[in-house]
């Protein structure tokens, strides 16, 4: 059996090598390293797949979350909900411009921000809610965009773990992940479903006056060269960036789908166990992306399960161990513990096994069967 990994960069780029390695070898010898062609043609044809007007490339994707709420001119003082249960970004950006971070429970099936604790936090000083699609599954976008309206605030997607997502509303519309609310962010870590070999990201919105904004922001504020009309940022995606990423475009869903099946191979392996609760499935068993393949187990010791699957040779993971709002960063007395009770559930439960493109049959079976062993104990 071929060695498990918990990502498998290098098997994909087996795969790739002959079309990365032309496409880099273009942009070294070209010299066109920042803002060369390979970024527009990348953003034009991701603009196309997701069905946005704009994408803004940048650096990463905790920029693409600070620049999309620089975009809309939020104020210190003004807040932001968001959920509790995932990756520290999304409150740090929240934190470092001066906004007020609110942070909520999210739901025990899909871990996905609550709307009814949404609802709840709504204050006078709400200027938006920042849903993340964690795990490569869209939160309850029909009615957080209804709340939005009904509130006036502003709807911020971070979509970093979910690229190549489908939301379908309930009318039946299906629309890609991150074209939905007023802007949208994600990141193309290398370990995302859409990862480059270094650090990019990306902001999608559909609003004309938010995109010509945004684009100033990432470049210093500039609208006309060395005219600084707004405080901005030096946030670009490389060119070299953008080459690697316009040869995994076009396998993006090739990509989603191979972890789609790897994630059905797994689900089928752990039907019936009492102790193990395999994803939920959002509207529709395509929607998922599965940038993490997450299972809450149950009557276990997770961490013993953690170290058990490591010492046989099976990577995984923990996301996330700690609730944010129990981070020394950001801690606050305005929370209460009572208003957390899924997250403080699900840090105990939740346990990522493998997850890309490169699983194979023998390696699923090997992971399953040591999973069910030790969860019956
Ligand atoms: C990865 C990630 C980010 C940050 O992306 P970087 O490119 O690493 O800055 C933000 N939010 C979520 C939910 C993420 O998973």
Same mark, same amino acid.
């Given at each position: 059996m071929r060695k498990i990994q918990m990502v498998d960069l290098k098997g994909q780029y087996e795969i790739i090598k002959e079309t990365v390695n032309e496409s880099v070898i273009e942009v070294i010898e070209s010299t066109a390293f920042i803002n060369g062609p390979r970024v527009h043609e990348f953003q034009k044809n991701l603009e196309e797949y997701l069905g946005v007007k704009h994408v803004i490339p940048c650096a990463n994707g905790t920029d693409a979350l600070q620049i999309a709420m620089m975009g809309l001119g939020l104020k210190p003082g003004d807040e932001v909900i968001t959920a509790d249960f995932t990756f520290a970004a999304t409150v740090e950006v929240i934190a470092l411009l001066g906004l007020t971070p609110v942070l909520v429970d999210v739901e025990p099936d899909t871990f @996905? =921000? #609550?709307? *009814?604790? =949404?609802?709840?936090?709504i204050t006078p000083n709400t200027k938006a809610i920042v849903p993340v699609h964690l795990f490569g599954q869209c939160a309850n976008m029909d009615a957080i965009m209804e709340i939005a309206n009904e509130h006036n /605030?502003?709807? $911020? *997607?971070d979509n970093a773990q979910a690229i190549g997502a489908t939301y379908t509303s309930a009318d039946g519309k299906k629309t890609k992940a991150g074209a939905i609310g007023h802007v949208a962010s994600t990141s193309f870590f290398p370990s995302k479903n859409l990862g480059c070999y270094g650090d990019g990201g990306a902001i999608f919105t @559909? #609003? #004309? #006056? /938010?995109?010509?904004? $945004?684009?100033g922001i990432v470049n210093h504020g500039m609208y006309v060269r060395y005219h600084h009309d707004v405080v901005g940022v030096n946030s670009r995606l490389d060119s070299i960036q953008a080459a690697v990423l316009g040869a995994k475009l076009p396998r993006l869903d090739a990509y989603n789908n191979a972890r789609k099946l790897a994630a059905s191979k797994y689900d089928k392996a752990f039907e019936g166990i009492e102790n193990i609760v395999t994803p939920f499935r959002n509207g529709g068993d395509d929607n998922h992306v599965f940038h993490q393949y997450t299972l809450k187990v149950r009557n276990t010791d997770r961490d013993a399960l953690a170290k058990f699957l490591n010492d046989n040779g099976i990577p995984c993971g923990v996301y996330y161990p700690i609730p944010l709002h129990n981070q020394k960063a950001y801690k606050d007395e305005r929370y209460n513990e009572a208003d957390f009770t899924v997250t403080n559930q699900l840090v105990k439960e939740v346990i990522s096994l493998p997850m890309h493109t490169e699983l194979d049959d023998e390696q699923i079976e090997f992971i399953t069967t040591k999973v069910i062993e030790f969860v019956n104990g």
């Open positions: @996905n =921000i #609550d709307v *009814e604790a =949404i609802k709840k936090a /605030l502003f709807v $911020i *997607e @559909n #609003d #004309d #006056d /938010l995109a010509h904004t $945004i684009r």
